[in-house]
Nanobody, 123 residues
Framework: VQLQGVWGGLVQAGGSLRLSCAAS????????MGWFRQAPGKEREFVAA???????YYASDVKGRFTISRDYAKNTVYLQMNSLKSEDTAVYYC??????????????????WGQGTLVTVSS
């Protein structure tokens, strides 16, 4: 599976932004697609994941503000981010894993990564 993310940007606090990530190559067997983020000087952290055709999972600090979704026909995963805060500033990465893992929140579990896109939230 190859992933190509599209595009972050600069947004004011309280604003919204949608990230998208197109996948190619065997995506029909991808059990999980998700998003992680990494702020300067910090470890990559879990944001959201979507188990194929079932339920989403969210980090506690984005739940209720972010929504992950997937268009199976377009092989694209989205992250709708609302009510953005300055602490959401980070490089966001999309990711995929062929088989389900209960440790979906652990970035070591994932096999494929998009190139990352910077999201900057100004206060």
């Amino acid at each position: 599976v190859q992933l190509q993310g599209v595009w972050g940007g600069l947004v004011q606090a309280g604003g919204s932004l949608r990230l998208s990530c197109a996948a190619s190559g065997g995506t029909e067997n991808t059990a999980i697609m998700g998003w992680f983020r990494q702020a300067p000087g910090k470890e990559r952290e879990f944001v959201a994941a979507l188990r194929s055709r079932t339920m989403p999972y969210y980090a506690s600090d984005v739940k209720g503000r972010f929504t992950i979704s997937r268009d199976y026909a377009k092989n694209t995963v989205y992250l709708q981010m609302n009510s953005l805060k300055s602490e959401d500033t980070a490089v966001y990465y999309c990711t995929a894993r062929v088989r389900w893992s209960v440790a979906y929140y652990d970035y070591h579990q994932y096999e494929e990564w998009g190139q990352g896109t910077l999201v900057t939230v100004s206060s």
